[in-house]
């Protein structure tokens, strides 16, 4: 699953952890992702994310491996 959205630190964080713990795989788009709250909360859950949870990218990365042709 992928997150994104409006308070990183609180209601983004709380339904992917949620997702997390039901098996599903998570991304956080930490450029598609931000908080009213200061900066460091933002930089904590982007890191709680990787630590604990899942994986983290930015959007053009993700459009990246998404379009990503097989050269095989």
Known sequence: MIFAGVNSDQCVYATLIDAACLGYDVIMLTDAS???SPSYCHDATVYNVRQCYGFTAS???LLA???KEDTE
């Open 59 to 61: 959007t053009p990365d």
């Open 65 to 67: 491996a998404l379009t």
């Open 34 to 36: 931000a908080t009213t």
